[in-house]
């Protein structure tokens, strides 16, 4: 039942998916030939094969539709939304290439018209491929059945795994649940290993995982052996456990087998890569469309204000613990003070348009050159000074983790209130928590979200912002 029934509902999903968005182009074609804009035959003859194979990179992008040993709900309704808004942005950008009048196009009825139907679609398909996956156990005749022998920590999360995306298996639980046994020899622990794979054999089970101490996986040839002889497939994972309370990540190096202390997206290359793409392209956009008018701006008042150059740059910390120039439109005067002391609330070394321009985060406008040129990010932790740096070094346990990443203009931290001054080490820990959880849960969807969060707070206006 696994891989058959999961098959064929990828391989209907895939279709009925892609006739959408086929239909989705139909309409628009509908509407946008109503119009006289001078359309090119080229471009209405491969306005189809466009949608397809911008809906064929998007899926595969994603992954929308592997078929995985344990299928997760969640996880296909975010990669479905994700492929959706990716296809819909390449195809506009055809558009836009071929294209004269496409403010027209964006705003006309026929995008309008297309973009709900396509909505509304995903919205009833993934409501109907819900019920379908909820009730596809109860058609199927031969369930493949799964079970777990071992009982400790390890076992208790991989069950929960199972029991959360049991969609396509019959998952029947951890068979030694209500066992204490402590084996204290291996000899002990292979007596009652074998015993369990004969009794799962009896009891019809497809696949055991057997999750076991490190130290009592011996022999394995034999097991597997016994598991082929009664046609079940056997899994044994290490139970970790008893080493840290921790969560480790694990992954593969050829033929080895990694533990990390955690998972890191931003070590994928390809990740870093699309992260790479965003800053340019914003700080391109921000450099040439505001720092262009907002600069020169700005400087005649800064200069009017008090003597001294345009941009405050300080040594701060960045990704790998290297030093860089950080750049901000000066808000205080010159020589008024040590500059390692952070800014405080009605701080007197700050100047008249120096309030108004932190007040808003204008100040550190000039960062985005900081983000062309490499040295940050348009969203990581914040970079500190050097001196902080090594002093809540000292003190926060994990507190250069943060720095595995490049420093950002904003962050999550910054947007869950955690801005600004840190009186106390308890303040800097919480903020170190949450940058380590963006270290953690990159994704480029976070990053557009902290960016969204990040205008609606500085609208708002931030009570940290001094």
């Given amino acids: ?14 279709i009925v998916d892609m006739l959408a968005m086929v239909i989705g182009t139909i309409i628009f074609l509908k509407f946008a030939l109503k119009v006289d804009l001078g359309w090119s035959s080229l471009v209405i003859n491969k306005m189809i094969p466009i949608t397809i194979l911008s809906w064929l990179f998007s899926i595969t ?54 973009l709900c139907f396509l909505t509304f679609y995903f919205l009833v398909s993934r ?3 819900t019920v379908v996956i909820v009730k596809i156990k109860s058609w199927v005749d031969k369930r493949y059945t799964v079970a777990i022998w071992g009982f400790n920590k390890t076992s208790i999360e991989l069950a929960a795994q199972l ?14 649940e209500n066992s204490s046994v402590n084996y204290k020899s291996k000899e002990d622990f292979s007596l009652a290993l074998t015993n369990a794979i004969n009794s799962a054999s009896e009891e ?28 079940m497939r056997l899994k044994f994972i290490p139970d970790f456990s008893t080493m840290s309370k921790a969560h480790f990540s694990v992954s593969h190096l050829n033929n080895f087998h990694v533990i990390k202390p955690r998972y890191e997206p931003l070590q994928n290359a390809n990740n870093r890569l699309i992260k790479r793409i965003f800053d340019l392209v914003f700080s391109t956009l ?12 700005l400087a005649i008042i800064i200069k009017k204000q008090s003597e ?8 701060r910390t960045g990704k790998k613990n290297e030093p860089f120039w950080c750049y901000k439109f000066r808000s205080m005067y010159i020589n008024a003070g040590d500059e390692s002391k952070q800014a405080q609330k009605g701080d007197s070394r700050t100047t008249p348009i120096g309030k108004f321009i932190r007040r808003t985060s204008l100040d550190e406008m000039p960062q985005f050159f900081n983000v062309f040129l490499g040295s940050m990010s348009i969203v990581g932790p914040r970079p500190h000074m050097i001196k902080h740096t090594t002093d809540y070094n ?33 303040d800097m820990k919480r903020r170190v928590r949450t940058d380590i959880s963006y270290v953690q849960r990159w994704s480029l969807i976070t990053d557009l979200k902290i960016c969204f969060m990040t205008i609606i707070v500085t609208l708002k206006g931030d009570d940290n912002a001094f």
């Avoid at 019809?204 to 046609?231: A, Q, R, S």
């Fill in 1 to 14: 039942m696994r891989n058959r029934h999961k098959f064929t509902f990828m391989i209907c999903c895939l």
């Fill in 61 to 114: 992008y994603f992954r929308l539709y592997r078929v995985s040993s344990l299928f997760n709900l969640e996880e296909f309704y975010g990669n479905s939304w994700r492929a959706f808004l990716t296809q819909v942005i390449l195809w506009q950008s055809y558009i836009f290439f071929f294209h004269d009048d496409i403010f027209y196009i964006i705003i006309s009825n026929a995008s309008l018209f297309q």
């Fill in 127 to 129: 409501i109907l491929f």
């Fill in 163 to 176: 029991e959360t995306n049991a969609y396509f298996i019959d998952f029947i639980g951890i068979l030694n």
């Fill in 204 to 231: 019809k089970i497809d696949e055991l995982y057997i999750v076991t101490k490190p130290n009592f996986i011996i022999d394995l040839n034999y097991f597997f052996e016994l598991g082929d002889k009664h046609c």
């Fill in 286 to 297: 921000v450099i040439v469309f505001i720092l262009s008018w907002l600069y020169p701006l």
């Fill in 308 to 315: 001294g150059p345009v941009l405050f740059k300080q040594l």
């Fill in 394 to 426: 000292d003190h926060i346990h994990n507190f250069m983790v943060r720095h595995f990443v490049k420093p950002g203009i904003t962050g999550l931290a910054q947007i869950s209130g955690l801005r600004g001054e840190t009186k106390t080490v308890s």
